[in-house]
Structure formats: C-alpha cells, structure tokens
C-alpha cells in the first residue's frame, strides 16, 4: 500500500499564477534566430528555480481572434481549410491574427466578413485559449457572433477556404470523434455548448 502525495485542491481551485512564483524561469539573454511574418523564433538563455542555466526556444505570435458564428437554426459557420505544416485540410471556426494595433473584437468582426461575408449584430467574448503553451506565446481570444446577416466573402489574395454551416449537436459530435482536431474549434464549440445550456437553464 501506498499513499498519494498530492494535495486535493478543493473547489474553487485558485488560477496557476503566482506572486513571486517559485517556478520561475528568469530570463538572462535573448536572440531573435528568425523574423518571420507574423512569428519570431526565440533563443533565450535563462536561470532555472535550482539556480542552474538553461536554453528556451519559442515562438513569439501576436496574437489571433476567432468566432463560433451560430445562426438562427443553431447551426455553425465551419471553413474547411487547407493548413500546410499538417499537409491537409481542417474543419475549424472563422479565425485570424490581429493587424498591429488592433484590439481582438475588430479583428474578429473584421475576420468574419473577410473570410464568411457575414455580419453579426451580438457579439459576447466566450473566452481566451493558449494554444501552444510549450513553444509559443499565441493566444486566442474566441467571440460568440448571433444575428448574423450573409454577404459577400472578401478573402485575401492567396487566401482558399470553404464556409459551411453544421448544426451545432453534430459539430460537437465531430469534436469528440476526431474529425474535428483544431484546438480552438474544439475549446470554442465547447464554451459555446456550456453557454447555451447556461441561457436554458436560466430561462426554464
Ligand atoms: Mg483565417
């Protein structure tokens, strides 16, 4: 027989930060080894908690916007698009990185008309994601958008991608059976889900 060592954190467990964190990393130098579009790669030298030296490699993004666009039959807008670096095409909501300056809401009012021709009249924040935590600083911040009226897409040049609408049950229904894999479809989808069954309870 053995004991647990960990501590069971009773509800509401607090957030990870931390004033003086123990766990910091402390950063000493820092490198720019490439100065891409919209990615810098990092080189950092840095002092562990124990005190002893370390190399960290990141990404630096600015950061991105995104929607689950939900119309007046609950269905979703889905792009299918093609996305290089995993040689294939995903299923994922509209999406995008912020222009220099621009706050998260209007790059994702601005997204959604560029990539869906579509306007929304509600726009309420459902949350924000950090979606590659072990390499990179990226966040993305995820709006819901309702009263929604359909126009013509703008896409960049350069920029090909597929809009759909799927009824929101079965766009869950992708997200637990592996066609849907893109992180903040997945994580968005789900806000969303709570969020609506949060209205209903509300009103019943
Ligand atoms: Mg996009």
Redesign the pocket.
């Known amino acids: 027989m053995s004991q647990c060592p960990y501590a069971l954190l009773e509800s509401p467990v607090p957030a990870a930060e931390r004033d003086d964190d123990p766990l910091t990393e402390t950063s000493l130098a820092e490198r720019t080894l490439l100065d891409g579009k919209f990615i810098r790669v990092i080189e950092e030298d840095v002092r562990l908690p124990d005190g002893r030296p370390s190399k960290r490699f990141s990404l630096r993004h600015g950061g991105a916007a995104g929607m689950v666009a939900l119309d007046a039959e609950g269905a979703v807008l889905l ?1 299918r ?1 093609w996305r290089h670096p995993c040689r294939r095409a995903f299923w994922e909501i ?4 912020l222009d220099p300056n621009e706050n998260e809401l209007d790059c994702a009012r601005r ?1 959604l008309i560029e ?1 869906c021709g579509v306007e929304a009249s509600r726009w309420a924040r459902l949350g924000m994601l950090n979606n590659a935590i072990g390499y990179s600083n990226e966040r993305i911040v995820v709006y819901l958008a309702e009263d929604l009226r359909w126009g013509e897409q703008k896409l960049d040049e350069g ?1 090909h ?1 597929e809009v759909y609408r799927v009824k929101l049950e079965e766009a869950l229904n992708m997200c637990a059976d592996g066609r849907i894999t893109d992180v903040k479809t997945i994580v968005g989808l789900f806000w969303l889900d709570r969020l609506l069954k949060k209205r209903a309870s509300e009103k019943a």
Not at 94 to 97: E, Q, T, V
Request: negative net charge; without cysteine.
């Open positions: 792009e698009q509209p999406a995008g990185k997204e990539e920029e991608l």
